[in-house]
């Protein structure tokens, strides 16, 4: 039997686009369940956020590669995502764990990926880049079956209406719909359809996408576990590589724009992506002891259960205030989200 995941009460909170992620490490405060991972990202209830990152800290020794495992906040485990990826590098370069133009590799879903914090932006942003892998294409490579049909205007919408669909996995699965305009209306019609479509037992990502320029893509998502979301690393990722798989982009950087921001997307002909943008750190903290109470009282644990210590519980920074490497303050106050 697996032993439950359990984790600190100190976290970081980033975002890329305003697509962002809580960076826990394990320790000794909670369990992660899908109730109580559902808590933690609430908006109202909890911190807020559109998932949670792990750092998997065996023996306390943070050092390359780094392992993680990845949150919806539905509380749903999922393979990976490139804004949360981005985040955590953001949170090692905030650790002094890694340096500015010096790559480090993380491993998430069983793979090895190369990241690098490329260098420091304007407005307290920071570049990082991280190297995908390689695209794979076909509902087989989504977890899906190939007897349902997928050529152009064979796949039907729910309206009957055929749509030209692309299958493709980044890491996790995706379904492009090639689109000669993009409508709110259309989103919130075929995100949550094929999101659960037969044709994707796992589930899928799902971005409405049309040319927007002779190397810029532009882009509305329906993420799986989450909903409409305005940003998204690995959709950025999955519909750069769809439309050069398609030839209708060639190999090389693609701008892919969404309501968030753009991000930079590299294809190689062989199909290997790095995704590229800025990460925005938040703010540090950690969660109330009440609330620690309440997520315990939630798995019928006791509530005076005393916390583990040690290297693993270390706080990432005072709740109200901290000092990060360039001695400049992150303030403990909560953005305004995307809600």
Not at 39 to 61: E, F, K, M, N, T
Not at 93 to 109: I, S
Not at 266 to 278: A, D, I, K, Q, T
């Amino acid at each position: 039997m697996d032993r439950p995941l359990v984790l600190g009460r100190s976290f970081f909170k980033a975002h890329g686009h305003g697509n962002d992620y809580l960076v826990f490490e394990e320790g000794g405060s909670w369990a992660v369940t899908p109730q109580t991972t559902q808590v933690v990202c609430h908006r109202q209830r909890g911190v807020g956020s559109d998932g949670i990152v792990v750092l998997l800290s065996p023996g306390a020794v943070h050092t390359p590669p780094f392992r993680l495992r990845m949150f919806n906040p539905d509380g749903s485990e999922f393979e990976r995502s490139g804004n949360g990826l981005r985040v955590l590098g953001a949170y090692l370069f905030h650790r002094g764990w890694v340096g500015e133009r010096d790559p480090f590799p993380v491993e998430v879903g069983g793979d090895l990926l190369g990241m690098e914090i490329l260098g420091r932006k304007g407005g307290g942003l920071l570049d990082v880049g991280v190297d995908m892998g390689e695209a794979r294409f076909g509902l087989a490579a989504t977890g899906g079956g190939e007897e349902v049909p997928v050529a152009p205007g064979v796949f039907s919408g729910p309206d009957g209406a055929p749509l030209d669909i692309q299958p493709i996995s980044v890491g996790n699965p995706h379904c492009v719909v090639f689109r000669d305009d993009l409508r709110e209306g259309d989103l919130l019609a075929l995100g949550p359809y094929l999101t659960v479509h037969p044709a994707f037992p796992r589930g899928v990502n799902v971005q409405l996408a049309r040319k927007a320029g002779d190397r810029e893509v532009q882009i509305l998502i329906w993420e799986r576990g989450v909903g409409r979301t305005t940003a998204s690393g690995t959709s950025a990722c999955a519909v750069a590589c769809a439309f050069v798989h398609r030839g209708l982009i060639s190999p090389g950087r693609v701008v892919v724009r969404m309501e968030g921001g753009e991000f930079s997307v590299r294809v190689s002909p062989h199909g290997s992506v790095r995704l590229e943008g800025p990460v925005q750190p938040v703010l540090t903290g950690a969660l109330a002891d009440e609330l620690l109470e309440a997520l315990r009282a939630g798995l019928g644990s006791d509530p005076d259960q005393k916390e583990e210590t040690g290297p693993q519980e270390e706080e990432v920074g005072d709740p109200g205030r901290h000092e990060g490497r360039d001695g400049t303050c992150v303030s403990h106050r909560l953005r305004d989200s995307k809600e």
